[in-house]
């Protein structure tokens, strides 16, 4: 890269990625500002779905920051010689993943120009309330953890910053899950493993997220993670998919041993029979495509021919996007059981299973949230030192 | 006049302007004193109603015309039309009895949807009426996902012909008011009713008795003391305003 050929190639390149990130970006902002002027009823959500795909995205992408900046994490707080390197790639993706699913958070708001009313009017008993300061503490603390990382006059305190955002984006992503888990009316939810299982879920995600990252930032200029490094993230991102597998197992099968669940575990795992999606992208999507295959992949290289590690990874977030369908707009299309014991019927779909199908607004809303991450990013690496340096000595495991 | 005379003029004058229609509201919150048209929610009343089901017809929905009619929504039920309140057909899987009851927002004493809405929108008044803000509501839909009678609707495209006393709002979440407008205007709140009530008992069922649940005296005091009521999601204890008898 050291003629000026090269340069201008590198140029080229660095402006059609940002391009390509903008204009996604733009037409998610598009598709809001239709969602505000026309209302839902544009979308697929209504009175029975009242969160849809953009919540998908969203909180995917808000759990998965949380996640990646596990990396930084084991660099600067346990001192790993290969995490180190790539930690501020690791600040980086998580204000970037930060901000797409916030922008899709709020513009799915009823009233996306109130955002101000959020940000002055607080009640705190409510989960949302404590996210809005747990989302502006971790941008605030990633920042300041990048800044001890970048200027080496501050490189002594890289350590204690380190630690804040580790303890914080436990509490951020406990504030995730319980968005859920203090949700009594409904079946899908109300569980304190919902918590831990974000924090678990958060870890495969953003570590997922961080390899095909890295692994396009390796392409482009032209280098080979060497097969050490490769192996201990495909390692511990085996590791994660497991314990994430786990805690997914452990939550259903107490649901399916309380009588009053079974209902609902039978419509999530088996079906009712009536077409849903979510058996199959529960099972295929999450379980065989999500979980299982990346985990074969990850443990056996043979298994992962030439770029096995981010296409494994690639294979992860599919199934965070399945898992994620199931669990919020599956969990939303079982009907309220107001009556226990009772067939209902009403106008207003009583007793009836939901049906939900996303319109393009939202898929274009929830797109644009990545085109922001990713346009974040792209100017990111671009304007500081985030390539990760594991070519030197001493970053050798 | 110089400019800067001009300039004084002009601000005090805005001042006035910009002021005066606060200072005169606050005359008139202090004016209405308690008990009087206008006053604010007294703690010392808790406004509930109670359903008796056996009195319920099935097939009528005449509850739910008034309700409509009296807060200016639309009648058509659609998957995005706001139903502030809903007939359910309710038959015992186990034993086939049948029962048809009318649903709206049940007032909760601790309601989910004020603990989990982010700004403070959903609130509960002193009288135990449970009420959306429309202007700090952000449209989140927390309180739906929250809410375990699915009493609240999202209002999903922008509206026309508002009543002016049951303001509402394109993006923001609605539910039941136990028609707030008639007891904060009414002259005698001990005969106030709400609109659904009133047409229940036009229709000649008089399923619905609505009133002050601390007045000892009231007739939905006298009946939940002398009839056995239930509470719908008895289980989380949330301490409902409107009561079911029959069920």
């Known amino acids: 890269m050291?003629?000026?050929?090269?340069?201008?190639?590198?140029?080229?390149?660095?402006?059609?990625?940002?391009?390509?990130?903008?204009?996604?970006?733009?037409?998610?902002?598009?598709?809001?500002?239709?969602?505000?002027?026309?209302?839902?009823?544009?979308?697929?959500?209504?009175?029975?779905?009242?969160?849809?795909?953009?919540?998908?995205?969203?909180?995917?992408?808000?759990?998965?920051?949380?996640?990646?900046?596990?990396?930084?994490?084991?660099?600067?707080?346990?001192?790993?010689?290969?995490?180190?390197?790539?930690?501020?790639?690791?600040?980086?993706?998580?204000l970037a993943l930060l901000t797409g699913g916030l922008m899709v958070l709020m513009l799915d708001l009823g009233r996306p120009e109130r955002v101000i009313v959020a940000a002055t009017h607080y009640n705190f008993t409510s989960v949302f309330a404590w996210n809005v300061f747990l989302y502006s503490g971790m941008a605030a603390i990633v920042a300041v953890y990048l800044w001890t990382m970048f200027e080496r006059r501050f490189n002594a305190w890289s350590k204690p910053a380190g630690i804040a955002a580790l303890v914080w984006r436990f509490v951020l992503t406990t504030g995730t899950g319980s968005i859920f888990g203090f949700l009594v009316a409904r079946q899908a939810y109300q569980s304190a493993l919902l918590a831990p299982l974000f924090i678990v879920l958060s870890f495969g995600w953003g570590l997922a997220v961080f390899?095909?990252?890295?692994?396009?930032?390796?392409?482009?200029?032209?280098?080979?993670?060497?097969?050490?490094?490769?192996?201990?993230?495909?390692?511990?991102?085996?590791?994660?998919?497991?314990?994430?597998?786990?805690?997914?197992?452990?939550?259903?099968?107490?649901?399916?041993?309380?009588?009053?669940?079974?209902?609902?575990?039978?419509?999530?795992?088996?079906?009712?029979?009536?077409?849903?999606?979510?058996?199959?992208?529960?099972?295929?999507?999450?379980?065989?495509?999500?979980?299982?295959?990346?985990?074969?992949?990850?443990?056996?290289?043979?298994?992962?021919?030439?770029?096995?590690?981010?296409?494994?990874?690639?294979?992860?977030?599919?199934?965070?996007?399945?898992?994620?369908y199931v669990f919020i707009i599956g969990g939303q299309a079982w009907p309220l059981q107001i009556f226990p014991g009772h067939a209902v019927t009403s106008s207003f779909g009583d007793g009836q299973v939901a049906s939900y199908a996303p319109r393009w607004p939202e898929w274009m809303l929830g797109l644009g949230g990545v085109g922001a991450a990713f346009l974040l990013t792209t100017v990111g690496v671009r304007v500081l030192d985030f390539m990760p340096q594991d070519d030197l000595p001493e970053a050798a495991p | 006049m110089s400019r800067r005379g001009f300039l004084?003029?002009?601000?005090?004058?805005?001042?006035?302007?910009?002021l005066a229609p606060g200072v005169r509201l606050i005359e008139v919150a202090q004016a209405a004193s308690e008990g009087t048209p206008g006053a604010g929610a007294s703690?010392?009343?808790?406004?509930?109603?109670?359903?008796?089901?056996?009195?319920?017809?099935?097939?009528?929905?005449?509850?739910?015309?008034?309700?409509?009619?009296?807060?200016?929504?639309?009648?058509?039920?659609?998957?995005?039309s706001s139903q502030w309140i809903r007939k359910i057909e309710i038959k015992e899987i186990r034993t086939g009895r049948q029962a048809s009851v009318p649903v709206m927002c049940q007032h909760c004493a601790s309601p989910p949807c004020v603990d989990v809405c982010p700004t403070g929108a959903s609130f509960k008044r002193a009288d135990g009426i449970v009420l959306v803000d429309r202007h700090t509501c952000i449209g989140c839909r927390y309180c739906m996902m929250a809410c375990p009678y699915k009493a609240r609707s999202f209002v999903h495209e922008p509206l026309a012909d508002q009543k002016p006393e049951v303001p509402r709002g394109k993006g923001c979440v609605e539910s039941c008011t136990l028609c707030v407008h008639r007891i904060d205007h009414a002259a005698d709140r001990s005969k106030v009713t709400t609109a659904c009530a009133e047409a229940c008992t036009k229709a000649g069922h008089g399923a619905i008795v609505f009133g002050d649940l601390n007045d000892p005296d009231s007739e939905i005091s006298r009946r939940v003391r002398a009839v056995r009521s239930t509470q719908l999601r008895a289980d989380l204890g949330l301490g409902t305003g409107v009561r079911y008898e029959g069920l």
């Open chain 2, 8 to 18: 004084g003029v002009a601000a005090a004058g805005l001042a006035g302007v910009v």
């Open chain 1, 211 to 324: 390899v095909i990252v890295q692994a396009a930032m390796y392409a482009w200029n032209g280098r080979v993670l060497a097969p050490a490094a490769e192996q201990r993230l495909a390692k511990l991102l085996a590791l994660f998919l497991a314990a994430s597998l786990y805690l997914v197992v452990v939550f259903h099968l107490t649901n399916a041993y309380f009588a009053r669940q079974a209902d609902f575990t039978a419509f999530i795992l088996l079906g009712d029979g009536t077409g849903q999606p979510y058996p199959l992208l529960f099972w295929a999507g999450y379980v065989l495509l999500g979980s299982a295959v990346p985990f074969a992949m990850l443990l056996w290289p043979a298994a992962r021919p030439g770029p096995g590690l981010p296409v494994a990874a690639a294979f992860v977030v599919l199934g965070a996007f399945a898992f994620l």
């Open chain 1, 2 to 94: 050291n003629t000026t050929a090269d340069s201008r190639s590198d140029s080229r390149n660095f402006w059609l990625l940002a391009v390509a990130g903008g204009l996604v970006t733009v037409a998610g902002l598009a598709a809001a500002h239709f969602m505000e002027v026309h209302g839902h009823a544009v979308t697929g959500m209504d009175n029975q779905i009242v969160w849809g795909l953009p919540h998908v995205f969203a909180i995917f992408m808000i759990v998965a920051a949380s996640g990646v900046l596990n990396v930084a994490s084991i660099g600067s707080v346990f001192g790993q010689p290969l995490y180190k390197p790539r930690a501020p790639l690791s600040g980086l993706l998580c």
């Open chain 2, 43 to 80: 703690a010392k009343v808790r406004w509930g109603m109670l359903i008796d089901t056996t009195k319920c017809a099935s097939g009528c929905t005449d509850c739910v015309t008034a309700c409509n009619t009296e807060n200016g929504l639309d009648p058509r039920t659609t998957r995005t």
